[in-house]
């Protein structure tokens, strides 16, 4: 297929093709005799690996760490799995912060939300933050 055709397929742009190869998360396309790109089934498979990998949040680099390990032979299962339980004590400390910056904001607009206008001090920029 060629790349246009690839990207359609895995839902990407022929940019982020051109740079995953760049970056060597995608082998380099062989080439037809006009010049342009050709990528196989395989491609697709990394390429679908690559989308799932970004949607939990894993970097470029560790997407490669983790093709680099398969591409070596190893299997990187248990790279996998150290690398998610890492993403979730992040996200889990992500939404303790979020969860706290919420009660705070939501502290403000209950004061904000019951306050008269006229009120305020002329001074002040807001007295309620």
Same mark, same amino acid.
Do not use: W
């Given at each position: 297929? $060629? /790349?246009?055709?690839?990207?359609?397929?895995?839902?990407?742009?022929?940019?982020?093709?051109?740079?995953?190869?760049?970056?060597?998360?995608? +082998?380099?396309?062989?080439?037809?005799?006009?010049?342009? $790109?050709?990528?196989?089934?395989?491609?697709?498979?990394?390429?679908?690996?690559?989308?799932?990998? $970004?949607?939990?949040? %894993?970097?470029?680099?560790?997407?490669?760490?983790? %093709?680099?390990?398969?591409?070596?032979?190893?299997? +990187? !299962?248990?790279?996998?799995?150290?690398?998610?339980?890492?993403?979730?004590?992040?996200?889990?400390?992500?939404?303790?912060?979020?969860?706290?910056?919420?009660?705070?904001?939501?502290?403000?607009? $209950?004061?904000?939300?019951?306050?008269? +206008?006229?009120? !305020?001090? +002329?001074?002040? /920029? !807001?007295?309620?933050?």
């Amino acid at each position: 297929m $060629r /790349i246009g055709e690839t990207a359609d397929a895995a839902g990407m742009t022929t940019k982020t093709l051109r740079f995953y190869e760049d970056r060597g998360l995608l +082998p380099t396309a062989e080439r037809a005799a006009n010049g342009y $790109r050709e990528y196989g089934q395989d491609a697709l498979s990394r390429l679908d690996f690559i989308r799932r990998a $970004r949607a939990t949040g %894993l970097t470029l680099a560790h997407i490669q760490d983790i %093709l680099h390990l398969r591409d070596s032979g190893d299997s +990187p !299962c248990t790279h996998v799995r150290d690398l998610l339980a890492r993403r979730l004590s992040e996200l889990d400390a992500r939404i303790t912060e979020l969860t706290a910056l919420r009660t705070t904001v939501a502290g403000f607009y $209950r004061d904000v939300a019951a306050a008269d +206008p006229t009120r !305020c001090e +002329p001074d002040e /920029i !807001c007295s309620y933050l």
